[in-house]
């Protein structure tokens, strides 16, 4: 009896939605979040402003370093708690920093998004990347303990503790270029939030001095610099510089490293400063409490220092505070996926170095014994293993592939069409590692020579280097033992095996209890050789390549090369005495 289309439609509807629901049950449980140890005395309640209000509050944890997979599970995350009715999105940062464009994304991400209520919780440190996320909120929350800033780029070597190695110096120029985006992005935040864009840049850069005060009549505190300083409390005669306005903006210091940054930000799309103007008429105004930003050291500032300053809203120290503080029905953690984690750990460098080794060794064995068999598979899966955690976090491009499989082709073509190792073989290997780089690299960063591309590329190269190495030794070491190792033995020819199961890692093994085959040695071709096939000579088959010429089933061939992986025939004639083919 035929199933009606209708009922279909509701079994895969109803199929689809239990797996989503699945997924979500299987994220991973939220096991960063840091409560308090003991709960702080219950506060009266606060009326919540209108703008901060929520019902549905999701919170999104960057628990640890950033890279481009905290982006993808982050924005993943983000477009969950936005489809599921969120009215207000808190971003839970505990993290020492990471690479500036996975920063850059996750910032624009939450600038973006129609859930214009975010709020960041530094809980209990926010550090390089993660100030400039936090900065990218409407609004910022602190823990007891907080500690948030030191935002500067850095280019680090992958050999640290080696000479050459650890954090590397940047030239002027270059680390002007470098810093642009953050500063750019960071200075935005400021002006789209109410920050104080001085403070902000104090973060990322050096060059920036500036002074706490507290105003008389409100109490409420300003941050002055040098010019505004001694305005208020020097022997100035002049107002203060007024305030930048739209799409204009000042570095603070008039070196040539600030001359670099005012001409990059001219085509950054900025609203206006909202630093207030200090005038002559403003002394006697303010009392001076101290010089809490210096100019030779990039600012970190404590959760004291971030409420006067104006950053943080309050101290938050748990959930239920935090539900309080939205005044919230419903507050939700969002957590990263068991498929995400599965990706973090396939995309580190030892892991992907140990897949090369699996897919190059895997490759020389079926390379050797042709067929579809166990080696080819683990080669199979172990380029698997490389590539889908590349795609699944748009890390990895097609022209990847695209260099792998032509990389293949050109020593495939080496070894069995075009005769010795030459330019086909060469390009080959080239190409393949340069697919391979790109996949352990990723799609690239903002700029080729930005710190953390180049420790990218510098740790793929690495790792490259070493797995090949390693895949050398052990391809040694196969191709000696080949005939004692379990399992592999089988391939090996024995006295009188099936003409399937006879390969030229068999003839190899071979090599090494019985006499080798010699140039000179002339045989009989067992298939045709177009150019490559078998052989027989005396009771052996091995894989041959016909060099010279190509040869029928039964034709007459001479051995001109033995070696240890590859052995190469001329025809001398058709099993009649003829002419070969």
Not at 47 to 71: S, Y
Not at 488 to 513: C, F, K, S
Request: hydrophobic content about 50%; charged content about 20%; some cysteine.
């Amino acid at each position: 009896m035929p199933i009606p289309l209708r009922s279909i439609l509701r079994s895969l509807t109803t199929a689809v939605f239990a797996f989503g629901v699945l997924s979500v049950a299987l994220g991973e449980p939220d096991t960063e979040a840091k409560p308090a140890a003991t709960a702080a005395p219950a506060a009266a309640p606060k009326a919540v402003p209108a703008a901060r209000q929520a019902k549905n509050v999701a919170i999104i944890t960057i628990h640890g370093p950033i890279d481009e997979i905290t982006a993808a599970s982050f924005e993943r995350r983000l477009k969950l708690a936005e489809q599921q009715g969120a009215d207000a999105v808190v971003i839970d940062l505990d993290t020492p920093g990471g690479a500036v464009p996975a920063t850059l994304d996750i910032c624009t991400a939450i600038k973006r998004s129609p859930i214009a209520n975010t709020v960041a919780w530094v809980n209990p440190q926010a550090y390089s990347a993660g100030a400039i996320i936090a900065l990218a909120c409407r609004e910022i929350v602190v823990v007891d303990y907080a500690t948030m800033g030191d935002a500067a780029p850095i280019a680090i070597s992958p050999l640290p503790g080696l000479v050459g190695g650890g954090l590397q110096a940047l030239p002027a120029t270059e680390r002007a270029k470098i810093l642009a985006p953050v500063l750019a992005e960071v200075t935005h935040s400021a002006r789209l939030r109410g920050y104080d864009e001085r403070l902000v840049e104090s973060f990322v850069t050096l060059g920036v001095d500036l002074w706490l005060v507290e105003e008389n009549s409100t109490g409420r505190f300003l941050l002055v610099d040098q010019t505004e300083h001694d305005v208020l409390f020097g022997d100035a005669t002049a107002d203060a510089p007024a305030p930048p306005g739209q799409n204009e903006y000042k570095f603070t210091s008039p070196d040539a490293q600030g001359a670099v940054f005012d001409e990059q930000m001219k085509y950054v799309d900025l609203p206006p400063s909202e630093r207030r103007h200090i005038t002559l008429e403003d002394r006697g105004e303010f009392t001076l409490i101290e010089h809490l930003v210096r100019a030779d050291r990039l600012t970190t500032l404590k959760t004291d220092d971030l409420i006067r300053t104006g950053l943080a809203k309050q101290v938050v120290r748990n959930d239920p505070e935090l539900q309080a503080y939205f005044g919230a029905t419903n507050l939700k953690r969002v957590g990263n996926t068991w498929s995400e984690s599965l990706v973090r750990v396939m995309r580190s460098f030892p892991v992907m170095g140990l897949l090369v080794v699996v897919f190059l060794v895997g490759l020389f064995i079926e390379m050797s014994a042709p067929g579809v068999g166990l080696a080819g598979g683990a080669a199979l899966l172990a380029l698997i293993g490389l590539i889908a955690p590349a795609f699944l976090i748009d890390a990895a491009g097609w022209w990847h592939i695209a260099a792998i499989i032509a990389g293949l082709g050109l020593i495939a073509a080496e070894l069995f069409v075009i005769p010795g190792f030459g330019i086909a073989g060469i390009a080959g290997v080239l190409v393949l590692f340069a697919g391979l780089l790109g996949i352990m690299v990723g799609a690239g960063g903002l700029f080729p020579d930005s710190p953390q591309q180049q420790q990218d590329m510098l740790y793929g190269l690495a790792t490259i280097v070493l797995s090949l190495a390693t895949a050398i030794v052990i391809g040694y070491f196969v191709s000696r033992k080949f005939g004692t190792l379990p399992m592999l033995n089988r391939l090996v020819l024995t006295n009188d095996p099936p003409a399937e199961t006879v390969t030229l890692l068999g003839a190899m093994g071979r090599r090494e209890q019985e006499t080798a085959l010699r140039v000179g040695d002339e045989g009989v071709a067992a298939t045709p050789l177009r150019p490559s096939g078998r052989a027989r000579f005396g009771d052996r088959l091995v894989d041959v390549v016909c060099d010279i010429g190509m040869a029928n089933a039964g034709d007459r061939v001479r051995i001109i090369e033995a070696g240890k992986f590859r052995t190469a025939v001329e025809v001398l004639g058709n099993g009649n005495g003829g002419a070969g083919a």
